[in-house]
């Protein structure tokens, strides 16, 4: 196998040639050998989008030459449509607030955006994992609003599965609240005969349940979309000259739905 010299603060290191990942993903791999378990495609398609959404703020705000970002978005959207999965090693569970993601995907997208610019992958001086593609952005900020964005659409996921199952069911069981309402019975509490309730009220017991949850899944949705994208590190926003915030109502929002 051939390979690749990559040097970093701590020293040099050989990756595989046709690896678009690099040095700090092998370091993060064998730093935190947890589980064996890999990150899931959610998370990863989710960490790209945020790096997509980033390369258009900064070529906005003039921080990034437009051939230079127009690679990094399109190495980005790759990863999010399932390109690359392969080049995702890191562990699932991984200390540093989610640094091993992130610099995996930082490295896997700036390899690929170099390919797209005529280079050969490690050449960092074309496209540069931490200068250009974690440009004004932090794992502090990208970590957490890539877990948002990947638990959206999840929960947006779930909601379509379930949304005609849960509408059927409650209005079952509101029928049945309505059939049995002169049907009186004991009510059980620890495992004894309590006071008397009808059998219809247990049944609207069931069917608010479902309503309940319903609402649930529309309220958790609608709050997980305050991000932290644009705080960098301590929240702050010192470093994000681009001001991302504007991803909320530009591209990144069109995109994700």
Request: glycine share 10%; proline share 3%.
């Amino acid at each position: 196998m051939a390979y690749r010299v990559e040097t970093d603060l701590l020293g040099e290191m050989k990756v595989p040639c046709d690896a678009y990942y690099g040095i700090h993903t092998i370091r993060a791999a064998g730093n935190f050998p947890v589980s064996g378990m890999k990150v899931h495609p959610a998370l990863i398609k989710a960490v790209a989008q945020v790096k997509q959404a980033a390369a258009l703020a900064n070529m906005g705000a003039g921080l990034l030459e437009r051939k230079t970002g127009e690679a990094i978005a399109a190495g980005a959207a790759e990863v999010a449509d399932g390109g690359l999965a392969d080049q995702f090693i890191v562990d699932a569970f991984q200390g540093g607030a989610g640094t091993s993601i992130n610099m995996n995907a930082n490295e896997v997208i700036a390899n690929r955006a170099i390919e797209f610019m005529g280079g050969n992958k490690g050449d960092y001086r074309l496209v540069h994992p931490l200068a250009h593609v974690n440009l004004s952005q932090s794992t502090n900020d990208v970590f957490p609003t890539a877990l948002r964005v990947a638990a959206i659409s999840m929960v947006l996921e779930l909601s379509e599965t379930l949304a005609g199952l849960q509408a059927v069911l409650q209005a079952v069981l509101q029928d049945k609240e309505a059939a049995f309402a002169g049907i009186l019975k004991l009510g059980r509490t620890e495992m004894q005969d309590a006071l008397p309730v009808t059998l219809g009220q247990e049944f609207s017991a069931y069917a608010e349940a479902v309503a309940r949850d319903r609402w649930r899944l529309y309220k958790v949705e609608e709050r997980l979309r305050q991000v932290n994208l644009g705080g960098t590190a301590v929240g702050t926003h010192i470093w994000d000259m681009s001001r991302q915030q504007s991803w909320l109502s530009g591209p990144g929002r069109k995109r994700d739905g």
